[in-house]
């Protein structure tokens, strides 16, 4: 991939990331902003509750649980490193790795607690969406390895959208249980974004593009 001018929007997607980060955890710390907004789409998720939506979500949730998609991205991280690159490879499990400690750290600093009308029972904190986080991660590591070594641009297209539908997904998911507030999934996607970008920077800083 080419530095100049990606690697600066990498940079500028990373600060402003990083600000709204700030700017979201102000807000719920100190009960501000963004919290009409979680009590609204807290009040409305019952309304469009039925059997499809709800096995959909648990099973969306399940499967992208943290601690599911770290093993799964240990498996990628083995086949990157035999197949392709050991650099990719240890950005691979690095990032996701990362995103773990980041998010317990957040969570059991921030300690909020979730909202009361879960359909679901959750035992940690809400603050961010670990789920929200997660698949922003993980599916930005997948797009940026397709991207960089593929040239199909069909290919980068659907893999593109198909990695936006799943985030949306498993946002809308978290939501739909009413595991978490507004708040706490933009929280998580904003922290995931920037915890992508940050990894993919530094991958670029100190490797360059090389593919080993």
Not at 116 to 131: D, I, K, Q, R, T
Request: charged share 15%; net charge positive; with cysteine.
């Amino acid at each position: 991939m080419k530095t100049g001018k990606n690697f600066k929007t990498l940079i500028w997607v990373n600060i402003i990331s990083l600000l709204v980060f700030i700017l979201i955890l102000l807000g719920v710390l100190y009960n501000f902003g963004l919290s009409k907004i979680d009590f609204i789409v807290n009040s409305f998720m019952p309304s469009i509750e039925n059997n499809f939506l709800t096995s959909l979500s648990i099973a969306v949730s399940f499967i992208f649980d943290i601690n599911v998609v770290i093993i799964i991205s240990l498996i990628l991280s083995a086949y990157l490193w035999i197949k392709f690159s050991k650099k990719d490879s240890v950005l691979f499990i690095f990032t996701m790795g990362l995103n773990g400690g980041v998010l317990y750290i957040l969570k059991e600093a921030i300690q909020r607690a979730r909202p009361l009308n879960a359909l679901v029972s959750e035992g940690n904190f809400a603050f961010p969406s670990a789920h929200a986080s997660t698949a922003v991660v993980f599916f930005g590591l997948l797009i940026y390895l397709i991207y960089k070594k593929n040239k199909l641009k069909n290919l980068k297209l659907v893999s593109l959208i198909v990695s936006i539908f799943m985030v949306l997904l498993i946002c809308f998911a978290r939501l739909y249980l009413n595991v978490h507030w507004f708040s706490d999934v933009l929280g998580g996607v904003v922290i995931g974004i920037f915890i992508l970008t940050g990894c993919i920077i530094l991958r670029k800083k100190f490797y360059g593009s090389g593919e080993n």
